[in-house]
């Protein structure tokens, strides 16, 4: 088992920046694909970014050159750097995690076992 803890969400203005954590306990996630996903109120959950393998990464359209995914494995902890912030990435920003050693991102929230609790992160205008 895999137990995810995001932290770093808040209120921030539209240009600002924040840093997402999510620390990963139970076992080593060094070969597990990693991502974040985010899910604003009526709306579904959307992927965000992914990494997995030997640092292979990929982002949706919406954050691609804002958001930067990286991973520390001494830490068992990845981190989303959000860079440039518009209201509309205003959400619940979720940290989730798969064994997995494919070449492929894996972008559908239906194909991870493990999830966080969710932190919100608001983006005024």
Do not use: H
Request: charged share 20%; aromatic share 12%; glycine share 10%.
């Amino acid at each position: 088992q895999v137990q995810l803890v995001e932290s770093g969400g808040g209120l921030v203005q539209a240009g600002g920046s924040l840093r997402l954590s999510c620390a990963a306990s139970g076992r080593s996630v060094s070969s597990y694909a990693m991502a974040w996903f985010r899910q604003a109120p009526g709306n579904e959950r959307e992927f965000v970014a992914v990494r997995w393998s030997a640092g292979s990464t990929y982002y949706a359209d919406s954050v691609k050159g804002r958001f930067t995914i990286s991973r520390d494995n001494t830490k068992n902890t990845v981190y989303l750097q959000m860079n440039s912030l518009k209201p509309e990435d205003t959400a619940v920003y979720y940290c989730a995690a798969q064994l997995y050693r494919g070449s492929r991102p894996k972008k559908e929230a239906s194909e991870y076992d493990y999830w966080g609790q969710g932190t919100q992160v608001t983006v005024s205008s």
